[in-house]
């Protein structure tokens, strides 16, 4: 038996499910039963009543959301070390210091925070609707983290007056991308689309046709008549754009464009944690409640 039949077998065994991100590996995005951005992979965690076991190959504050919204199952990282190093950047004394200083300020929080952050703000969002959020809110003005570049896109979009907390928070990853070598794929592909992530800097978004989460992105390809298209986002969404999108042409916008944290997640280690059940990731109760009510506003 192959490694994939492996883990096809013990997940039935189990009733479990594995739920990827769009930035896995091929082999892990080819064998989930769903692959998704973190808002549709928190709600598919919520839809799963049958199931005892989400594996959930991703990074760290994606499985902890996904353990906050279903306390009655058992959720697996597959590497514990799979850590987003944004969601590292706001710490719940950095959130009490702002509100120190904006008392009244309501805190929106990018779903990419630790639990513990989550439960000291109002309300979570994700890049898919964190516009939408914040327009919601009867506030002109907003604390925003911890993603710099997502809080001036929101800015641009809303018109209200967003404070990013921390002053300067960001994903190691999306900041690769640069406007030059946009410019310099155009030239040669010009009639190219060019859709980019809201995680990149103000200066790439300036260069976008079309801006959302990975999710959107794909919902956009798959709509859009054009035939080739520049992305600037993690290399692992290539896979599920070429797969669904026979025919089109998608060009990285900068070819070592790679979340390291997410491809720590392989085949072997995804097969071990389901046959072990482990890493279980828990978030104590208190923590948890505050943050599931964050998480809850925003659905
Ligand atoms: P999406 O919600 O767009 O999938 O983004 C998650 C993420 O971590 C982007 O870097
Ligand atoms: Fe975090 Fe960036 Fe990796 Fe997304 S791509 S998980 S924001 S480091």
Known sequence: MTLTDEIIKLKKEKRAVILAHNYQRPEIQDIADYVGDSIGLSKKAMEEKETEIIVFSAVDFMAESAAILNPDKKVLLPTLGARCPMAQMLTVDEIKRWKVHYPLVPVVLYVNTLASAKAYCDICCTSANAVEVVESLNAETVLFGPDRNLAEYVQRKTGKTIIPIPERGFCPTHLLFQPEDVQMLKMKHPDAVVMVHPECTLEMQNVADFIGSTSQMCRYARESNAKTFIVATEEGLLHRLRKENLGKQFILAYEDAVCPNMKLNTLERLYTALKEEKHVIT?????????????????
């Open 283 to 299: 978030v104590p109760e208190p923590v948890a409640k505050r943050a599931r009510k964050a998480l809850e506003r925003m659905f």
